[in-house]
């Protein structure tokens, strides 16, 4: 993986498409394909695919008899193409795969983006299908080498991804494709965001002011740098080769990337682990700088709010 040797990457919200559907008309699949499959395909296709007992994701389930939030992504071998579906799903993360493969292409490895599309209530982002396998399922089997290896492509791809910034004079917390994180944002502080962050736990309470004291909010940094950050750089998240040399094909699922403070990326990754696996005490410190400092803070607000 090529470590990038600029010194910054501008992303603006005028390089990103807005419209609800979108074919990136560029893209492989558009050199031999004219159309791609219609929502109602997918649809079909989920239901074959359920029906043959075949999940691409293991942590969705797919229902015949109720709406589908969440439903396992879709995949067309033939065509090359994998499909993530659903009315959870929004289109900020195609944009945010275009922004990543026009701007840091061979420096952040994501899934080709090839269109999007809004079918009622459902979005649908068609995308490179890869012929891999999740960290997550070899991790066991991976030799002491390759582990490392492998977290040195990913301590160099982070590196990357940080190298793609706003312009200093529109410098805020948000989406990297200048979509409002879910119900908050865009915040043009870092201190307005943990002000938004410290006051969750709080929301359910019938006065939620009736607790005076924040006894960590001192230790969230207000003077953070806002990063670009994929947000959930879990084991699940990256792609590998299927095979000897192992090496990182993808990141996948960014869609809770954005724009949000330097150490975030570190405290989510850490979230989704336990704290005294190996994953955590040896590997991330391996990829990201780990702000110790924020620990405390991050486990009490996300323990009050009972994640």
């Known amino acids: 993986m090529a470590l990038i040797k600029q010194d910054r990457v501008q992303l603006t919200p005028l390089m990103i498409p807005k419209s609800p559907d979108f074919d990136v008309k560029d893209s492989q699949i ?16 989920a239901k074959a695919q359920h029906l043959a007992g075949v999940c691409p994701d293991d942590r969705k389930t797919f229902s015949i008899t109720v709406p589908h939030v969440r ?11 994998f499909v993530k579906w659903g009315s959870a799903v929004s289109i900020s993360e195609g944009q945010c795969l275009y922004a990543l493969g026009q701007l840091l292409k061979n420096h952040v490895p994501v899934p080709e983006i090839y269109e999007w599309r809004e079918d009622g209530d459902q979005t649908f982002i068609y995308m490179e299908y890869l012929h891999a396998q999740t960290l997550e399922q070899v991790w066991d089997k991976l030799e002491p080498d390759d582990r490392v290896s492998i977290f040195c492509e990913l301590r160099t791809i982070s590196g990357n991804l940080r190298h793609l910034e706003q312009k200093p004079e529109e410098s805020f917390i948000e989406h990297s494709t200048s979509s409002p994180l879910p119900e908050a944002g865009p915040f043009n502080t870092v201190q ?33 740098e806002i990063k670009s950050t994929h947000g959930d750089l879990h084991r699940s998240n990256v792609l590998i080769t299927r095979s000897e040399p192992y090496h990182v094909l993808a990141i996948v699922d960014w869609e809770q990337s954005g724009w949000l403070p330097v150490y975030w990326e570190a405290r989510k990754a850490q979230y989704t682990a336990d704290r005294n696996d190996e994953w955590s005490t040896k590997y991330l410190p391996m990829i990201l700088c780990q702000f110790t400092s924020t620990w405390d803070p991050w486990d009490y607000y996300t323990t009050a709010m009972g994640c």
């Open 71 to 81: 439903p396992p992504p879709v995949m067309f071998k033939d065509l090359g193409l």
């Open 192 to 224: 307005e965001f943990h002000g938004w962050f410290t006051f969750l736990y709080r929301k359910p309470m019938p006065d939620p002011y009736s607790v005076p004291i924040e006894p960590f909010r001192q230790d969230l940094p207000d003077d953070s």
């Open 30 to 45: 558009f050199k031999k394909l004219t159309t791609l499959p219609t929502p109602e395909e997918v649809r079909s296709q």
